[in-house]
C-alpha cells in the first residue's frame, strides 16, 4: 500500500496538510484542509504535533498564502483540535469558531458556530451542519461551490468511525447520516483518508454498515451471547484484536440504542461485565 501523502491539493479551493498523527483510531493522521482562493479557512488543526507546523507553513508558502483567515473545528476531539494553542502563536490574533456544546475546557475563547451558520472566505462558502452522533458538538461543513461536504469524523476515507459511548450516540449518528442525504453533495473531504468521489454511495454505505452490525446483535444475543466481549469475538472475528477495545465501543452504543428503543434489557452485577437480553 503506497504511503498517504503528507500534503495534497484536492481542487483549486481546497488543500491538504496531514496533520502528522498517525494511529490505530487516526489513520495515516489527521486531514486539515485549508479552502479558498486567497487568505483560506483552515479546516481543523490536528492534534498539536510540532513537525505539523512547518509542513503548513512549507505549503501555505507553496500556495502563495501569507496565513489562514481564521480556524474552523470539525468537533472536540484532541486529534482535531489540540493543535489550536500552537497556531494561535503561529498566526497571532486568529480567530477559531465551533459548536459550543458541551465543552468542559476549551483551549481559550472560541466563537460559537450554530447549525447553519455560513463563513463566507475567498470564493468559497461554508455552511455548518450539525451531525451529532460521534461527538455532541459534531460540525459537517456543507461547500456548495463544489457540491462537497467536510465530514470530519461523521465519515472517513476506508473505514467506518466509533461511536464513543461517553459523548457518541448511535441514535444521533443515524439521523446525522440521513440528514446528509438531504444534501446535494457528490464530494467527501474526510478528517482521516482519502477524499471520497462518490458521496452518496458512502453515505448509504455507512448506514448499512450500521443496520448490519445491529442485526448481528441482535442474532448473537437471540444465540445466547450476552456480554459485550462475547459479541465482539463474534461479530469482529475477521478484525484485529488491537482494535476490539474500538469494536467494543461501537457495540456497546448500538446497545445503548437498541435499550432506549425496549427491543433490549440489561442486567448490572457489581464487578461484572453487564449482559444483555433481547426483550
Known amino acids: 500500500m503506497s504511503e498517504f501523502p503528507r500534503t495534497a491539493t484536492p481542487s483549486g479551493l481546497v488543500g491538504r496538510v496531514l496533520g502528522l498523527n498517525p494511529g490505530l483510531m487516526t489513520g495515516p493522521g489527521t486531514n486539515t484542509y ?3 482562493r486567497k487568505d483560506p479557512i483552515l479546516l481543523d488543526t490536528g492534534a498539536g504535533v510540532p513537525e505539523y507546523l512547518p509542513l503548513l507553513a512549507d505549503y501555505l508558502k507553496h500556495r502563495g498564502w501569507p496565513r489562514p483567515s481564521r480556524i474552523l473545528l470539525t468537533h472536540r476531539h484532541r486529534d482535531h483540535m489540540g493543535g489550536v494553542p500552537q497556531l494561535r502563536e503561529m498566526f497571532r490574533s486568529i480567530g477559531v469558531a465551533k459548536m459550543i456544546y458541551r465543552d468542559a475546557e476549551l483551549p ?3 466563537e460559537n458556530l450554530a447549525d447553519g451558520a455560513t463563513v463566507k472566505g475567498d470564493g468559497v462558502t461554508l455552511v455548518a451542519v450539525y451531525t451529532p452522533g460521534h461527538a455532541s458538538d459534531h460540525l459537517c461543513y456543507y461547500f456548495p461551490e463544489e457540491r462537497a461536504l467536510f465530514t470530519g469524523d461523521l465519515i472517513l476515507g476506508g473505514t467506518t468511525t466509533v461511536i464513543p459511548p461517553d459523548d457518541g450516540d448511535l441514535g444521533d449518528y443515524m439521523a446525522s447520516l ?9 464530494r467527501i473531504y474526510p478528517a482521516h483518508g482519502p477524499v471520497i468521489e462518490d458521496a ?6 455507512y448506514i448499512d454498515h450500521r443496520l448490519m452490525r445491529e442485526r448481528q446483535i441482535l442474532e448473537a444475543l437471540g444465540d ?9 469475538a463474534r461479530i469482529y472475528a475477521d478484525v484485529s484484536p488491537a482494535l476490539h477495545y474500538a469494536a467494543g465501543m461501537s457495540v456497546s452504543s448500538h446497545l445503548a440504542k437498541l435499550k432506549r428503543e425496549a427491543r433490549v434489557s440489561e442486567e ?5 461485565p453487564s449482559r444483555w437480553r433481547p426483550v
Open 200 to 205: 452518496p454511495a458512502k453515505i448509504q454505505e
Open 108 to 110: 481559550g475563547h472560541m
Open 178 to 186: 440521513r440528514r446528509l442525504q438531504a444534501l446535494d453533495v457528490r
Open 224 to 232: 445466547g451471547l450476552a456480554t459485550i466481549p462475547e459479541m465482539v
Open 268 to 272: 448490572v452485577a457489581p464487578n461484572a
Open 34 to 36: 485549508l479552502v479558498g
